[in-house]
Structure formats: C-alpha cells, structure tokens
Nanobody, 124 residues
Framework: QVQLVESGGGPVQAGGSLRLSCTAS????????MGWFRQAPGKEREFVAV????????YFAESVEGRFTISRDNAGITVYLQMNSLTPEDTAVYYC?????????????????WGQGTQVTVSS
C-alpha cells in the first residue's frame, strides 16, 4: 500500500522550533514534488511549502517564508520541514503530500497522495 507517513509533530512554545519528517513507502516518490500543507480547526487546508523532485527548487507560503525550510534526502523519499520561530498561528495538523504538475504546485487538487497528518501545537 502506498503511504506517506509524517512524524515530528508535538507541542512547542512560541519562538521554538520543530522538524517534521515525511517518509514515502515507495521509491517512485523520488520523482514527485513533495509538499506540506496544514489545516487548523475550522479552516481549510492551506499550502505551506513544496520541494521539487530533485531538491533543487522550493517554494513557500508567504506566512512561513523566512521561518520554514524544506529539504529531502538523497534517496528522495524522505522530506523534512524545519519550522523555526513558531507562533500560535502555526498551530495545525500538518500534512505531507506528493504530486506532479506545473511548478509550483500549491493547491490541494494538484497532489495525488497524502499522509495522515501530524499535530503541531504552539503555545504562547
């Protein structure tokens, strides 16, 4: 079964950092762009960041630009989201996703595979 599995979420105080990981179950994900989305209670799922399949390009939502970075390992099937200077507004369930299409893919509909999500809670 094709899977994306996120880890690394949890509680953190404002100003702190977390690193999320997402590991794919199949090697073919190495040819996919890998993105992160988040969904806060009562809100729609929103784009956070994406990295292309080679790891050479990335794109961020304006709300996280300069605070978050995204990377992927050499095998291409694990992607990381380093989150710094966290604020309570970053509290959400964070989802990893894999997709192909025009760059940069920032819409939910542009992704084919999704993880189950990991909760990030930032306290003030």
């Amino acid at each position: 079964q094709v899977q994306l599995v996120e880890s690394g979420g949890g509680p953190v105080q404002a100003g702190g950092s977390l690193r999320l990981s997402c590991t794919a179950s199949e090697s073919f994900f190495a040819t996919y762009a890998m993105g992160w989305f988040r969904q806060a209670p009562g809100k729609e799922r929103e784009f956070v960041a994406v990295i292309n399949w080679t790891g050479s390009s990335s794109y961020f939502a304006e709300s996280v630009e300069g605070r978050f970075t995204i990377s992927r390992d050499n095998a291409g099937i694990t992607v990381y989201l380093q989150m710094n200077s966290l604020t309570p507004e970053d509290t959400a369930v964070y989802y990893c996703a894999a997709g192909r299409g025009a760059w940069p893919p920032i819409y939910v509909s542009e992704y084919d595979y999704w993880g189950q999500g990991t909760q990030v809670t930032v306290s003030s």
